[in-house]
Structure formats: structure tokens, C-alpha cells
């Protein structure tokens, strides 16, 4: 069974604030993803990569910078955080057919 | 515009009805998914199906490319089946996925 896992779960911060959301997957998949989903939008793709030390600007990429720092760990990073930015997102790793899906991060930008 | 179109938007059914969710899309694609979002967020892969007809237990996905579309049936519905089920394509020549945005499907007992 493929296991992403993210972290934190849950989190607030004020405007301007800078975050740090963190994703790890134990299956040996190149591709990692970074999606926001909001109402009325669906998932959208933030950033994604194909291995450690690339990465690709996804479709909504403002305001987000992300790291691949090796093949398990994918980080989303938010130095000035805004309201915009409240949301949940979502980590998912892929083989190339089938996406798996971490648990989800529900940030809080007040 | 919106690539990908899911309908309809919302569906309330009695236990054991059946259902059938679409998705439109206007754009090659390399992959289809459909996925399942639990109340709670939480993202389950359904199916991979980039053509033809695939089953598993009471659901069954196809996909036909060249009509831009493609369907999942939910046979015998039953209220653990509730929530919201989300399609995606992979689009041609790159490794991006969009996703629709959902029909929120919602059994009584």
C-alpha cells in the first residue's frame, strides 16, 4: 500500500507569515505533487517534481516556492503568506499511472 | 476554460439506486482517474483508466477518447458510497493533472 504523509495537519498563521508545509512518501516514486483545493475549483496543481533537486512550476505556482530535497521528501514553502492562501492542500506522489494522496493540510491564513 | 467538466454537480440517492457520474473533457489527455474524497478530505484512488471499461465490485469506469469523455457507474448504492468523487486527466506530452471539480454524491438510508 503506497504511504504519503504529511505535516502539520493543521495550521494558523497571520499575514505575512512564513510556513512550511512537509510531505514524505515511502513508495519510490519519482513524482511528487503539490495541489490546493478549494471550493469551486477543485484540485489545483501548484508544483511538482520528477526526482530530488528538480522541480516544475505547476498551474496556480504564485506565491508558493517548493523543494525536492531527496526522492521521499517534498516540501511547500510560503514566505509571505496571505488570506488568498487559505486552503487545503494536498501532497500526492505518483509511478506514472495512479496518483496516491497524502492525508491533506488545512492552512489558515488570518 | 475549465478542461475538465464534471456532472452533475450534486446527486441524492436512496440505498441501492444506482448512479452515473460523467466527465467531460476538452483536451488530449495521456490518463484518466477517478478518485474518491471522503468527507474528511481524504483522496482514494478509483480507478486508472486512460480507455476502454474497467470494473471493480459494484463500480465500473469507461472512457471513450475520441468522445472526450468518461463515466462512473455506482451499482446498489449504498450510504458509505456519500461523498465526493473527483476525476482527473494527465494531459498529453506532460505530467500535469487536472483534476474536475467534483460530484458530491450523497445516499440515504
Known amino acids: 500500500e503506497a504511504a504519503v504523509t504529511q505535516s502539520p495537519r493543521n495550521k494558523v498563521t497571520v499575514t505575512g507569515g512564513n510556513v512550511t508545509l512537509s510531505c514524505r512518501q515511502t513508495?519510490?516514486?519519482?513524482?511528487m505533487y503539490w495541489y490546493r483545493q478549494d471550493t469551486g475549483h477543485g484540485l489545483r496543481l501548484i508544483h511538482y517534481?520528477?526526482?530530488?533537486?528538480?522541480?516544475q512550476i505547476g498551474d496556480v505556482p504564485d506565491g508558493y516556492k517548493a523543494t525536492r530535497t531527496t526522492q521521499e521528501d517534498f516540501f511547500l514553502l510560503l514566505e509571505l503568506a496571505s488570506p488568498s492562501q487559505t486552503s487545503l492542500y494536498f501532497c500526492?506522489?505518483?509511478?506514472?499511472?495512479?496518483?496516491?494522496f497524502g492525508p491533506g493540510t488545512r492552512l489558515l491564513v488570518l | 476554460g475549465q478542461q475538465v467538466q464534471q456532472s452533475p454537480a450534486s446527486l441524492v440517492l436512496q440505498e441501492g439506486e444506482n448512479a452515473e457520474l460523467q466527465c467531460n473533457f476538452s483536451?488530449?489527455?495521456?490518463?484518466m482517474q477517478w478518485f474518491y474524497q471522503r468527507p474528511g478530505g481524504s483522496l482514494v484512488s478509483l480507478f486508472y483508466?486512460?480507455?476502454g471499461t474497467k470494473h471493480s465490485g459494484r463500480l465500473t469506469s469507461t472512457t471513450v477518447i475520441k468522445e472526450r469523455r468518461s463515466s462512473l457507474h455506482i451499482s446498489s448504492s449504498q450510504t458509505t458510497d456519500s461523498g465526493t468523487y473527483l476525476c482527473?486527466?494527465?494531459?498529453?506530452?506532460?505530467?500535469?493533472?487536472?483534476f474536475g471539480t467534483g460530484t458530491r454524491l450523497q445516499v440515504l438510508p
Open positions: 513508495n519510490s516514486h519519482n513524482y
Open positions: 483508466n486512460p480507455s
Open positions: 482527473a486527466l494527465e494531459r498529453t506530452n506532460t505530467n500535469k493533472v487536472v
Open positions: 483536451t488530449s489527455l495521456n490518463s
Open positions: 500526492a506522489s505518483s509511478d506514472q499511472d495512479t496518483q496516491y
Open positions: 517534481s520528477y526526482g530530488a533537486g528538480n522541480l
